[in-house]
């Protein structure tokens, strides 16, 4: 007998057309605790509904309701773009209700989508901030009006709809595709010859295309992507680059400018290369991709050192203490690197994403998940005061986390992006399955061939270095594993359920384990997780002659609170490794003993080192949970 | 016979009451030359011409004649703020009119007074922006208005024309008052308790006081200045200290927020403060004039690490590379610490005087008078694009100098600056005649016993370190001489006309020479001025293991024309000290032999050095003249 084996599409943002690897979505993965499954209940019990109240009470929800009984303006609340963070927000329960099938949170989206729907204009066209009676015209104000952007946003949660519930009749689709065909009509090859001020249309159309199978919505995607660089975009203070028009994607060799705009466009732009087998565009972005990881990127994988325009700086500009690295930015270069690692399937790309991942996603959202980090800081200079927790923070650059923004972009893109995790964990090809992101989880998969590949990582990762890989199926096929850049002295031992185990020193990369499994074989990979000091290249002038300390893909930083006092007179001893006990990292700091002079620069600088005491360290994601402190990743060493 | 002894008012902005020294007027003190002399002259060819026609064409000058004739808002251009660029060129030229006596420069002063005059209101309120039929009301947004700001400037134009041109009909003095009796009206003990959004009118007030006599003015001010701190303006993204409205004056440690604001306040705060005898007050602002200086101030005597909000970061908080390090910021830097001077007479306010004029003041303007920077940064990291000299910038942050900004505060900033410099070169006291700023001058005055000084200052300074003053008047008094605090090993000579010469070295701090003068007597102050090289407080993290170069007074610079490379990877030899030769400054430059090795973070660096060779460095204030160039202040040493 031979049966037809049909694959699902998977339940996965980012479903490409080609490419070395391809995604494994909800039902393929499934994470069952650890690290990241705690971060997703406490989005699932918390944050979700932290958003839908504050949506609500903001007014930016009713702002659709507004627009749907014809009385917008009036009464309009929030700024020109918070339509999207209903949208993320959509995208966000979307994401959950394919995770765990909740038929509460199924009658939210449900409501929310009819609030939106009803807004929408005959002709397609849906934003509560332009174009009704009294208010700015349609596209009037390309630059800064984000209603393209909002758009994309529309399409994503659009897209993670039709993904997690084929054929729902909620009609987000509809609107999504009256909204894409409007913009088709308005921009396409013989409409305007724009773009939007801030990327992100470009990523919604390539998916909403994906998904539909509407080719126009791709073309629309390219046009978008290849009018960049053309300058239709005003000139503004911070120059064109702000919104990536001063140089086109394919000729650029750097992101820059806007960090969230920059990932968005490059994330898009991936898309449309892949699916137009345009391998010219895919190199332009690979060296993009390479240059800002080299030499714009900051240890925690944060992005963008610029307050002021949100962006990123030139080469080696990475200001700790002024580091942006909004949590949307990570996002978006998680977004970017994922389909880099789908298309070349580079290990690379998953290393910059684990980085990103434990450093800027899980430092955004507070232990509870009702306060955020809009912006991460990687030095805290002066102690923040406390937040109150029924206020909406004006200040982006908060030194403690705020439940809401006046823009409040963050915590929808934290939501979405815990919501859809499983689909980052894994992906497969005609060989077998690759591991990218260690956390425990139940896998189950069909290769092309018609071979089931079934699993269970069972992993405390990465409080310990273990991850421990049982198959539940049986029969031949190839396990890849990610050894992260960090991990010089890997191991990986083969533990079959009968017979002698093996095991084998691996370097940083992938690693091919190839075997006829049977049930309960295992594979377990030993991942160095001693604490190390690390050094930055010497082109990083803001912190030179400093160290910082990372355990596994984690980064410590020094907290006042442990240091008992202000970090700014520490300094760390670099002649022995940094220790674990009992739980936590140690380090011996001393307290440089400094005076003011009257003025701070002279022909020498000699001051006495007090004695060193031993400090424990701090995930940073775990920083700024025991109320306001001084913090610093980066400590000057003694040597 | 005995000679009733009257001092005229000395021609020079600010002149307080009381204070243990007394400034010397245009009149007292005229410069003759030298590095002063020469952009006093750029200043009065180049300059003011340049700013009035920029006025024109900018339709900034013509937003006058709109309110004039009544059809505002239409056609009316520039920022909110326009208004004072007119009132800071009005001061400018009234401060060069009574430098030089310029007959077309005084028919240009009358024809601008008359345009502005003409839009004035009836019952005083004058601005271009606000309070027309279809503008918004008066007063309607002190936050960010200007209105109060603009009106400050006005006075202190006002102030320039009577100190120099006492009665003059002109009619400013009339509008002046006008103006400033509508804004004690509005804003009186029994009138709105309000401040405005950019500290000035505090400045304006108290010297328009001290003008006219009137104390109501100076009542006003010491209103605004109280009430500073009580969060009367809205909470912003930057917060309150944005505009200094988080605490008060009196209670504040150290200078915050935007960092233009943040030095007029404090300078209008010290003249408050010493017409009203308020020794708490005086107290309060030397405790933050000593923090800001200590902490919080570029080795290049420039304020304002942020961009986002051109503001002062925390303590320590100086990334070079992101330096905003505002011109305006500098000329407020120094209008806070002359006045300070004047009360407390310590010279090291006249050290950071002279630190700034030559590394902010001198900075910002090009060698023709006619570009400038807005922004002064100790890093430029990537070459900037050649300036169209037609354009308007809307970048402040420039690589190269423009001719003109969408905010131009700084081209008449600079322009005032230079015009009023001769008054900030000396001030006498009861013993004689204090010299704070070494330039080639002509000095005569009065003591109050009615002793004349008469002496001539001749220097090639900072090229040569010798200052010489020679005696014009017989009669015993007292040089007072400033050693600069990075004068470690200074020495005064004194070659009497007749007799044996004796000299003595001197210590930083003031040196004082009491005399009996003969005519052409000499005091000769030989300053070190061997390059040297200065160590950052090790607090200031972003420069920490680097030098900076220093020359007298002058802060030197890498320019990468100079290097033939960019300056990322320029380390320099400090093992001898730098050299001078052919009358440029010399240092041992090794590059850096760097490579990308995809992730910046490691746990070893290892990279070799070449060769280092023989560089020439420029003073700070001439970088950027040569054409698009990275340039580097502080540089990595190799020890």
């Known amino acids: 007998m031979t049966m037809q084996i049909t694959t699902p599409a998977p339940q996965a943002p980012a479903i490409p057309g080609r490419g070395r690897l391809r995604p494994l979505g909800q039902h393929e993965v499934r994470i069952t605790g650890g690290f990241w499954g705690e971060r997703q209940d406490v989005n699932a019990r918390n944050t979700l509904a932290h958003i839908g109240g504050r ?39 979307a994401w959950e209700i394919g995770r765990t099938d909740d038929a509460e949170l199924d009658k939210t989206f449900r409501a929310v ?117 053309r300058g239709t975009l005003r000139d503004i203070e911070w120059g064109r680059e702000y919104y990536q028009d001063d140089v086109s994607v394919r000729e650029a060799e750097v992101l820059r400018g806007h960090a969230v705009r920059a990932n968005y466009l490059a994330a898009g732009s991936v898309d449309v290369a892949v699916e137009s087998h345009d391998d010219e565009l895919l190199n332009a972005l690979r060296r993009q991709w390479s240059r800002t990881v080299a030499r714009r990127t900051y240890i925690t994988g944060g992005q ?16 700790p203490d002024r580091a942006y690295s909004e949590t949307c930015a990570g996002v978006g270069s998680i977004m970017f690197s994922w389909r880099m690692l789908l298309n070349d399937g580079d290990p ?15 430092t955004s959202p507070s232990a509870d998940g009702r306060a955020f980090f809009y912006a991460n800081t990687l030095h805290q200079r002066e102690a923040g005061a406390p937040v109150d927790p029924s206020a909406t923070s004006p200040r982006a650059g908060s030194a403690l986390r705020a439940p809401w923004f006046d823009v409040s972009c963050c915590p929808p893109n934290v939501a979405r992006t815990l919501a859809s995790l499983d689909a980052y964990v894994a992906t497969a090809d005609d060989t077998g399955v690759q591991l990218h992101q260690y956390v425990p989880a139940s896998i189950t998969t069909t290769l092309p061939d018609g071979r089931v590949v079934a699993f269970d990582v069972e992993t405390d990762y990465p409080r310990d270095g273990r991850v421990r890989v049982v198959a539940r199926s049986e029969g031949e096929w190839t396990l890849g594993l990610r050894v992260p850049s960090w991990a010089s002295s890997a191991m990986v031992r083969i533990e079959p359920a009968a017979g002698d ?44 002659s400093s160290v910082a300390v990372e355990r596994g893909p984690e980064v ?14 520490a300094v760390v001893d670099v002649s022995s490794p940094p220790a674990e006990r009992d739980g936590r990292v140690w380090v011996r700091i001393a307290q440089r003993v400094s005076t003011d002079t009257g003025w701070p620069y002279r ?37």
């Open 55 to 93: 949506l609500e009470s903001e007014g930016w929800l009713p702002n659709f309701d507004l627009a749907a009984a014809g009385t917008l303006p009036t009464g309009r609340r929030g700024r020109e773009f918070s339509d999207s963070e209903t949208y993320k927000y959509l995208e966000a329960l």
């Open 113 to 229: 989508v009819a609030r939106v729907a009803a807004a929408q204009d005959s002709d397609g066209y849906l934003n509560t901030n332009f174009g009704h009676p009294g208010q700015e015209p349609r596209w009037s104000n390309l630059e800064w009006g984000h209603e393209l952007y909002c758009l994309g946003h529309l399409f994503q949660a659009a897209v993670a709809r039709e993904r997690t519930r084929p054929g729902a009749d909620d009609g987000l689709l509809p609107v999504a595709r009256a909204a894409a065909d409007l913009v088709c009509r308005e921009f396409g090859p013989d409409g305007r010859s724009a773009i939007c001020g801030h990327a992100e249309i470009e990523l919604g159309l390539a998916e909403l295309s994906r998904v539909t199978g509407d080719e126009r919505y791709l073309a629309q995607a390219r046009l978008f992507v290849e009018r960049h660089g």
């Open 304 to 319: 963008g050192s610029h307050h002021q325009d949100e962006a990123f700086g030139f080469d080696w500009e990475l200001p």
């Open 348 to 362: 690379r790309y998953a290393d910059l994403i684990e980085r990103t991942l434990y450093n800027v996603v899980a």
């Open 501 to 544: 185990a093996e095991e084998r020193t691996v370097s940083p990369g992938q690693v091919d384990v190839k075997r006829v499994f049977a049930a309960g074989d295992a594979v377990i990979l030993d991942l160095p997780m001693q604490p190390r000091f690390t050094r930055p290249d010497t082109r990083i002038d803001a912190v030179r």
């Open 556 to 569: 410590l930083a020094l907290e006042s609170v442990d240091l008992g006092g202000d970090v700014s007179d």
């Open 603 to 639: 022909s020498t600088t000699d001051e006495p080192l007090a004695d060193g005491v031993e400090v424990p360290l701090v995930a940073y994601h775990e920083w700024g949970e025991r109320g306001p402190s001084t913090m610093r990743i980066w400590i000057p060493s003694a040597e």
